[in-house]
């Protein structure tokens, strides 16, 4: 039976993932931006944890997807492909949640744009993707190194995004984020951390008994003024296609600009170079007060 051989895996959970993370961020080759002078992608990170069995995971059946995976069973297929099933025992399964911060000059560059993203949003996008990818990869061979099996969600076979009808996946890092105490939702949808808005996510899950993380006061739009307060909205007005009211984020219409509207981008109307599947956006997360901290 795999047990948990790391000693500081075993006292500090939360201490090891972040060196790991950190290491990874300083030495991953994905972490530079080529045609940005090889400056960072991210140059920052927070990490949280929660329990595999804390019941908010049922929730998210209703508030995300149906068939939002939950983390008990989601580590029981993966002990089960390892021949270790009977390694999980309750309480003893931990969801890893971080959010990388945007480097503070990409999210600059972002802000001062209004139609859509600055070149160096789209490239730290999809770049930024693909080093996430590799981080969760590196994330799950380290912890299973150290005697705990894991598993990412979103690099499974089985993950999937609706985009008819309910416009969700059946994993949701954010709402892994929120189980994890690393913030809270906002107006325009998006996850207000202590380091603001302009981050991006990963989530794992481990047979690792860790203490979690509290989560934030005041419920899952607690760190929004809009949403909570009734104040700012600084980000209804810097959507270019008005996808963001008092009443919301209108999902369908922000993907049919981002995957559609921002084309001309992609296709060198506004400059060589663009990347990606799409330009990537990004407006409502730069030139607000929550970009890079947790406002009020
Ligand atoms: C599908 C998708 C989209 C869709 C829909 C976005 C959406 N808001 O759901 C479209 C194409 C529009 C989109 C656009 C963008 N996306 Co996108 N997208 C995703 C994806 C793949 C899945 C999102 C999902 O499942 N949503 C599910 C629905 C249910 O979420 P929701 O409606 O926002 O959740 C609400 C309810 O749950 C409600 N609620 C009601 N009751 C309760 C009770 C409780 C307890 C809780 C917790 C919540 C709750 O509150 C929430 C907020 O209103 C994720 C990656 C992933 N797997 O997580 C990235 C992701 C959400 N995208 C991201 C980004 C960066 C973008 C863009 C900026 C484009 C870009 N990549 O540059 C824009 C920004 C749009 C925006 N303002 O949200 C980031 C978010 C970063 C952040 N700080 O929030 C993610 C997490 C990718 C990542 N790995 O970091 N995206």
């Known amino acids: 039976m795999m047990t948990v051989q790391n000693p500081e895996l075993a006292q500090d959970g939360l201490a090891f993932l972040d060196g790991v993370i950190r290491d990874f961020l300083r030495d991953s ?76 000059e990409t999210v600059r560059s972002n802000a001062e744009q209004t139609v859509g993203p600055s070149l160096r949003w789209n490239h730290s996008r999809w770049q930024g993707e693909a080093f996430s990818n ?10 299973e190194a150290a005697g705990a099996p894991a598993l990412a969600p979103s690099l499974a076979a089985d993950y999937r995004i609706d985009r008819e009808g309910r416009i969700a996946s059946n994993w949701s890092h954010r709402h892994a984020a929120y189980a994890a105490g690393l913030g809270t939702f906002s107006l325009n949808d998006g996850f207000i951390t202590p380091k603001g808005i302009a981050v991006w996510f990963g ?52 993907m049919q600009e ?4 921002q084309k001309p981008w992609l296709e060198g109307a506004h400059g060589p170079g663009y990347i990606g599947k799409y330009a990537g956006c990004g407006l409502c997360m730069t030139g607000v007060p929550c970009s890079m901290r947790k406002p009020g």
């Open 203 to 254: 989530s794992l899950v481990t047979a690792a008994a860790m203490v979690p993380t509290p989560r934030p006061e005041g419920g899952h739009l607690a760190n929004c003024l809009a949403a909570s307060r009734g104040t700012c909205g600084a980000c209804m007005a810097r959507c270019p296609v008005q996808a963001i009211s008092r009443e919301g984020h209108d999902k369908a219409r922000c």
């Open 258 to 261: 981002i995957f559609l509207g």
């Open 134 to 143: 590799a981080l969760l990869a590196h994330l799950v061979e380290t912890l």
């Open 29 to 104: 080759p994905l972490n530079r931006l080529e045609h940005f002078g090889g400056e960072a992608v991210f140059t920052d990170v927070q990490v949280g944890l929660a329990r595999g069995d804390d019941p908010i995971f049922q929730t998210f059946r209703q508030v995300v997807h149906p068939e939002h995976g939950l983390p008990t069973e989601l580590l029981a297929s993966r002990l089960d492909a390892l021949g270790e099933r009977e390694a999980t025992v309750p309480g003893s399964v931990a969801v890893v949640a971080y959010a990388l911060s945007m480097h503070p």
